[in-house]
């Protein structure tokens, strides 16, 4: 994981992050994700929704075929691994100013 993308990361819930935070980056994670359950199942896709104001809160998402939504519960979630390509990884407004930066020809003779 970098600073500009969760590309890669494998957070251990209960290791200074809750599961709720976790859910959280994945949610605004453009990108897929694989969502291990704690019977050890997993699924693979793009996480879209969560629903944390209702007694059993849930995230929702389509598999990398596009099928679903399949409705998962946080209880039944043990974490969320950041598998697929950040598409948005680089194309923020920092991001953006440093590459115009860098193509800036060195000023001075």
């Not at 290791?15 to 897929?32: H, K, M, P, S, W």
């Not at 969560?50 to 998402?61: L, S």
């Not at 979630?77 to 590459?99: E, N, P, Q």
């Amino acid at each position: 994981m970098t600073e500009e993308t969760l590309e890669g990361w494998t957070p251990e819930i209960g290791r200074g992050i809750t599961l709720e935070e976790v859910i959280d980056r994945a949610f605004d994670y453009r990108g897929n994700v694989t969502v291990v359950r704690t019977d050890g199942t997993e699924l693979e896709g793009y996480l879209f929704n969560r629903e944390r104001a209702v007694a059993e809160p849930f995230v929702q998402m389509f598999d990398r075929a596009g099928d679903g939504p399949y409705d998962i519960r946080y209880a039944d979630i043990r974490t969320v691994r950041f598998t697929g390509k950040d598409t948005a990884a680089g194309t923020s407004y920092a991001a953006w100013l440093r590459a115009k930066e860098s193509k800036k020809p060195a000023s001075g003779a």
